[in-house]
């Protein structure tokens, strides 16, 4: 049992070790901001998640105590990888992109970043 | 009366109940004081958070939430494998990175919200931004042969399932 644990806790480490080397030489391997963005939110994930997974294995079988501060850790991370990588995405367009670099909208108005929508007509805020 | 006493105390039961639970989970102990203090917060946090929150959504099917979170779980640990393929195996300039346009059928701006963050933790696209009138999201695809298909998935799998969890 103990050594099944053992082995179970090392593949987690070994495979979330990886994944979050692969997202760091992700965001130094690819070219544009767009795409780098792809590989810390992703990635990371995994590296994340397998290190909390194993941490939550390891005090479950060897220290006799049921540790779930690290689903808290997950879901916290969850929450938080898109809105960043919203905010960067959101920022490089800002500064970096012309609007007729990007697809239109197909509806009346632009892009939240370079059009805006009187307030009274504004079904939610997209500022 | 009862009733209109216990709609009083907790005007949203759900949230009550999700705020116990986080603060159990981060005391990581559960003890008879530690439920009184969720409890008390659980109480507490909705009802002085009411005025700057007006139109809570309230969900109905617990089910289809939980089916949800799975779907998205084991997405996510698919994007991994996919993201860190294109990473190792592809060279930059065979990349076939695409903006696609995803017109929303979704109103509340929960939804969205929830809609944009699955959409970033999935395969290879990211959410970059929001049209101004909130109709169409601005989507980010890293590795696609056909960028229509991509769209229609997203609005296949994710939307048509929070469309029936938020409305």
């Known amino acids: ?127 | 009366m009862l009733g209109r006493i216990l709609n009083r105390l907790f005007p949203h039961p759900q949230l009550t109940a999700f705020l116990v639970l986080i603060w159990l989970l981060l005391v990581n102990k559960v003890t008879p004081g530690n439920v009184l203090l969720g409890l008390i917060l659980g109480i507490a946090i909705p009802g002085i958070t009411q005025p700057f929150w007006p139109n809570r959504p309230s969900f109905r099917r617990p089910l289809r939430i939980a089916s949800y979170l799975l779907i998205v779980i084991w997405d996510i640990c698919l994007a991994n494998i996919t993201v860190a393929r294109v990473v190792l195996f592809r060279p930059n300039r065979k990349i076939r990175s695409h903006w696609i346009v995803v017109p929303l059928d979704l109103n509340s701006p929960e939804a969205i919200t929830v809609l944009a963050g699955t959409i970033t933790m999935t395969p290879g696209t990211v959410t970059a931004m929001l049209s101004a009138d909130a109709t169409c999201l601005l989507v980010h695809c890293l590795d696609a042969a056909d960028p229509d298909a991509v769209r229609d998935e997203i609005k296949h799998r994710y939307e048509r399932r929070l469309k029936e969890i938020f409305e």
Not at chain 1, 30 to 40: C, E, G, I, S, V
């Open chain 1, 1 to 127: 049992m103990e050594l099944l644990a053992q082995i179970v806790i090392s593949a987690l480490l070994v495979i979330a070790g990886i994944f979050g080397f692969l997202g760091s030489y992700g965001l130094l391997k690819l070219d544009d901001t767009m795409r780098r963005l792809h590989a810390p939110t992703k990635a990371t994930t995994i590296g994340v998640g397998g290190v909390l997974i194993a941490a939550m294995i390891y005090f479950a079988v060897f220290q006799d105590k049921i540790s779930l501060h690290e689903l808290l850790i997950t879901v916290f991370l969850f929450i938080t990888a898109p809105i960043t990588a919203n905010f960067v995405a959101k920022a490089h367009l800002h500064r970096d992109v012309k609007p007729s670099e990007l697809p239109p909208t197909g509806g009346k108005y632009g892009w939240a970043a370079y059009d805006s929508v009187s307030p009274d007509k504004q079904p939610i805020d997209t500022d």
